[in-house]
């Protein structure tokens, strides 16, 4: 949603009183840099205000500058931002189609649709991908957050508080705002190496950014990204079938998938006149991507499956995601208020292959390459921003009011795939999208919002945001927010705000239908059935007693103490609620009676299982986030910056509505005790992170040691969930500069080799141990991973 560099975008016309701040001393790599020398880092997120700086900020901002993103040895935003901020989990799921290819992250627990992106402040699109299997954000389609490379980052502003207000639709967990490098001064490049300590998982990168002058008036940067990342395989041997050819050999492939990103971004800005600048920002890039999924036996029974792959094979879901995206607009000052007027378009294309694969039904005959078919999501928005200060006597600062338009238009396209990909079964691993599936939908939303802030004393300040919006396929949603500040002192702060919110569905959750075969644990074995996802408004979903989607209704409250007693030490402590009505969430995979199979038969329609999307559950969640820093002065020994994160998160079931009658008639249940548990107890209860950081002259060492909470993976079933331990992870890294250009660095995560819990073999839930852990591990289970960098600026 479009904003002034990364400021808001509230309501129609109604005031509310106002106003935010709040001793936000924000994420530790936000409070370090002002430790450096800064008084404190200017934000641009959640604020129309000039110059508002982090120690003013209403409400939690987490800044993680360019030297945090490059600490790790990943080159991948989401992780990266997994590792750094307690209230984002990023687990790897595997075995799990495209949500290999395009992993979601969450912030708080919530769903990762239900955090808004921005870059430079204004609104990114959503990934075409829709997340369907049985992983961490199942049934969502978020931002793809690496699809942007950090050689394009300065900085990331995270606001963890709800600013649907503020932003519109998704921002009901927070936003994340992406800023981008800008200027022409400055070049750098570097190489990257790395490996994990099981000899797999090489990772080869290449990055580099440089600005150029446009004469006196202005400038143009670019950055590029080029990496190689191999497969890593933590699958156990199969000893299921003494009679197969590979028994007791490892088969499968789990793990994190073969990856190829390119990414291009640019970013721009020129001076037209005095009060009129141009600015631009986009990015095409491009990521291949090779995922396994499940292995598949020489022997059907007894019968040999297939004369193409006597041994067995191993299906491969090769898909390609494209990426483009082009922001422009003009920003001036005219009679006193700042106005940016921008088009914004974001364009996500998916497209899947399957190889090393067959079609049972087609015998010898069958190919081995198929086209499985493509998914498109397309965002264009227009953006009109307003603001200016008005001196006010009674207060001690100015007022700001800013006040703004935005025009919407998306679009959801799925394509088909080869006839041979979907006829009869379908290709072994991803039966392809039928012309049945294919089509395109669009919709159009228009909103309009107004925004105040001031200071009102010196040590008091407040906000006001309000915003209405008018969807063309579910009508009208008005959001509001108010937030306030108290300083006591210099030392002690005390902040809230509570505010409404909303997500509209998306497209891709109204119109995304597909017949794949799923596997579901049947007397503890795990069997393949041809399971349909269904549109919502289609009539196979209405034979299975679908209802029409509608907006999640969300409130949040949140209440923040802020402690700086001394410079070099400081404090914070957020306490929030979040409370959503009507959250979307993918049905359960409900196994159909003879009756409802002969009413989708009837419509051409051949499955053993259906399932569609339903606003049938209301949650609330309930957490603290806290944030210590200190700066330990060693003088000509240099420095030692310390930090400790905390975030303790509870998500909770308010209601499940009533099941459909047709279903209860039938047996089935909509919403199942796992798809609740999975949004309940399904990601890390809590997450803490110490950190120390020592410079001294050219060089600087970095560890930091995190643990990850304990979560529980559900299951129908109560008696086959596992809870898991929590993890404890150590990475430690150094680097040292050479001269005034070079810079080399080193690094190890996950020093001590840690794994998370391995599933235990009850209801062959880690098919007879070859799938030996869950993908909703928060850090992974690859193990210990070594790297290398080296850099070179000018």
């Not at 299906?315 to 914004?344: C, H, M, Q």
């Not at 190919?367 to 921003?385: E, R, S, V, W, Y």
């Amino acid at each position: 949603m479009s904003s002034r560099h990364t400021q808001p975008n509230p309501a129609r016309a109604l005031l509310v009183t106002s106003l935010i701040a709040t001793l936000s001393l924000p994420a530790y790599a936000q409070q370090a840099a002002a430790l450096d020398g800064e008084l404190q880092s200017v934000v641009v997120t959640g604020t129309y205000a000039k110059n508002r700086r982090t120690v003013d900020s209403e409400s939690p901002i987490d800044i993680i500058g360019a030297r945090e993103l490059q600490a790790t040895g990943s080159t991948e935003l989401a992780t990266v931002l997994g590792r750094l901020l307690p209230s984002v989990n990023f687990p790897r799921p595997s075995g799990a189609d495209a949500s290999d290819a395009v992993r979601p992250a969450q912030l708080r627990g919530l769903s990762p649709d239900q955090t808004l992106v921005l870059v430079n402040g204004k609104r990114r699109h959503t990934s075409a991908v829709v997340n369907v299997n049985g992983t961490q954000g199942r049934g969502s389609a978020p931002v793809d957050l690496n699809a942007i490379p950090l050689s394009a980052i300065d900085h990331v502003e995270v606001l963890r508080d709800g600013a649907a207000a503020q932003y519109g639709s998704d921002a009901i967990a927070g936003v994340i705002n992406i800023i981008l490098k800008k200027g022409a001064e400055g070049s750098d490049v570097e190489v990257g190496f790395g490996e994990y300590q099981k000899r797999d998982g090489i990772q080869k990168t290449f990055k580099g950014s440089t600005g150029f002058a446009l004469g006196d008036a202005g400038w143009v940067r670019v950055a590029l990204e080029v990496a190689e990342r191999d497969a890593t395989n933590r699958a156990g041997a199969d000893f299921r079938n003494p009679k197969e050819p590979r028994y007791g050999q490892v088969n499968q492939r789990f793990g994190d998938p073969e990856t190829h990103p390119r990414a291009f971004f640019a970013n721009t800005q020129y001076r037209v006149n005095d009060d009129i600048d141009f600015y631009a920002f986009g990015n095409y890039g491009q990521r291949n991507t090779s995922a396994a999924a499940t292995w598949r036996t020489a022997l059907n029974g007894t019968a040999q499956r297939t004369p193409l792959f006597p041994e067995g094979f191993l299906p491969l879901e090769n898909s390609t995601s494209i990426d483009s995206a082009l922001v422009a607009g003009l920003r001036g000052e005219a009679a006193g208020w700042r106005w940016d007027a921008s088009f914004n378009y974001g364009n996500n294309e998916f497209k899947l292959d399957l190889d090393n694969t067959v079609n049972q039904d087609m015998g010898a005959a069958s190919p081995t390459h198929f086209h499985a078919g493509k998914l498109i999501n397309n965002q264009q928005l227009l953006n009109l921003d307003l603001a200016r200060e008005f001196p006010l006597a009674a207060f001690s600062g100015p007022l700001t009011v800013a006040t703004g338009l935005e025009l919407r238009r998306e679009k959801y396209e799925i394509g088909a795939g080869d006839l041979a990909s979907y006829s009869g079964s379908g290709a072994q691993g991803f039966s392809g999208f039928r012309p049945a599936n294919a089509g395109s939908n669009s919709r159009h939303n228009t909103s309009i919002y107004l925004n105040l802030e001031a200071e009102l004393t010196k040590k008091f300040s407040a906000s006001a945001a309000l915003r209405h919006e008018r969807y063309s396929d579910f009508g009208n949603t008005t959001s509001a927010k108010g937030s306030a500040r108290y300083a006591f002192n210099d030392a002690v702060s005390l902040r809230g705000t509570a505010s409404s919110g909303f997500r509209a569905p998306s497209l891709a959750q109204q119109f995304y239908t597909i017949t794949t075969t799923n596997f579901s644990v049947v007397n503890g074995v795990n069997t393949p059935i041809e399971t349909g996802t269904f549109a919502v408004g289609s009539a196979a979903a209405s034979a299975l007693g679908a209802t029409q989607l509608k907006a999640e209704k969300a409130r949040n409250y949140s209440l923040g103490l802020q402690l700086q007693p001394t410079r070099n030490f400081s404090t914070t402590v957020d306490v929030y609620r979040i409370d959503i009505d009507d959250r979307v969430a993918l049905s359960a995979n409900m196994t159909l009676s003879p009756d409802l199979k002969n009413a989708l038969a009837k419509q051409g329609i051949l499955v053993g299982a259906g399932r569609y999307f339903t606003n049938a559950i209301d949650t609330s969640t309930r957490g603290v986030d806290v944030v210590s820093t200190y700066r330990l002065e060693l003088a000509e020994a240099g420095k030692v910056d310390f930090t400790a994160a905390y975030n303790h998160n509870k998500n909770s079931l308010e209601r499940v509505a009533a099941n459909p009658a047709l279903l209860s008639a039938n047996g089935l249940t909509l919403i199942d005790r796992q798809t609740i548990n999975r949004l309940t107890v399904g990601s890390p209860k809590d997450k803490f992170s110490l950190s120390g950081d020592y410079t001294v002259g050219n060089w600087n060492s970095r560890a930091v040691v995190t643990r990850y909470g304990s979560f529980t993976v559900p299951q129908n079933n109560a008696t086959l969930d596992q809870t898991y331990d929590p993890q404890w992870v150590l990475d430690v890294s150094g680097s040292v500069k050479l001269g005034k250009n070079w810079k080399l660095s080193a690094g190890i995560d996950n020093l001590t080799n840690r794994y998370p819990d391995q599933i235990t073999s009850n209801g062959n839930l880690n098919n007879n141990g070859t799938t030996p852990y869950s993908g909703f591990a928060p850090n992974g289970f690859n193990g210990r991973y070594y790297y290398a960098k080296a850099g070179y600026s000018w």
